[in-house]
């Protein structure tokens, strides 16, 4: 899948993202990211973390809009369809967080596929004297390093991806599949697989995994919804998402 990048620096980039080391205090933060006035979050709501059932039907609730999969400000270290700069393979985006940042559902589905496996395969440290990054890759392929993932299944037929985990929260599981609300703790962020630092991995597509759905570039912050129309602006740049700010449906 790497094919069609044309370097191994461009490769490092797509699929591992930033190196954590590189991941903070660029001065190009904010600069697209932070047209609201800065309040304080949204606190009134509680959070669906508390232990619970996840196979039941649960108690009617508002709709909660959460698009992005955490709550808190963190680094976008590469998206998809960038034709230069860091970049993605696939559809997806990176948010470069801490091991053990909690990741919440994005909006309500059923839990379709897990894997579960803690190792990480830093690909820069796979590179095989004379090889190329994309045979490091497919080293960690090869040793079934791919990591902790979690897939939901939403209702409107989509799918959330939510990879490089370091936890699976206990009772999420895909068989049987457990359901899942929008905003519901699933797991905790890490860095395993295929990784060159701790990351988020994450990507909304159609059934095949092949369409890149842009309601992935919004993010709730200050009780408003927040729209990214550049996605290759977004690469450095760090996204605030609130998530319990947003109680209802955006209006279309
Ligand atoms: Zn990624």
Known sequence: ??????????????????????????????????????????????PSTAAKPTTTTAAPRPPLVRMLPFKGTFRVSATWGSATGPTHPTPAIDFVMPIGTPVYATATGSVDFTSTDPRNCNP???????????????????????????????????????????????????????????????????????????????????AVGKTYDPVLLRACWDNAIHDFVNLKALVGT????????????PKK
Not at 238 to 249: A, I, K, Q, S
Request: glycine share 10%; proline share 4%.
């Open 1 to 46: 899948m790497l094919r069609n990048l044309r370097s191994v620096a461009a490769a490092s980039l797509a699929v591992g993202c930033i190196p954590f080391a590189m991941s903070f205090g660029s001065a190009r933060a904010d600069a697209t990211t932070h047209r609201a006035k800065v309040v304080e979050p949204v606190t009134t709501t509680t």
């Open 124 to 206: 820069l440290t796979h590179i095989p004297p004379g090889g190329t990054y994309e045979q490091a890759i497919q080293w960690c392929v090869d040793h079934g390093m791919v990591g902790t993932r979690i897939r939901i299944r939403h209702d409107d037929g989509t799918y959330t991806m939510y990879v490089h985990l370091s936890a699976i929260r206990s009772g999420i599981s895909a068989k049987p599949m457990s359901r899942v609300i929008a905003g519901e703790l699933i797991g905790w962020s890490g860095d395993s697989g295929i990784a060159t630092g701790p990351h988020l991995h994450f990507s909304k597509t159609d």
């Open 238 to 249: 760090m996204v605030r998402n609130d998530g319990y700010g947003c109680l209802t449906t």
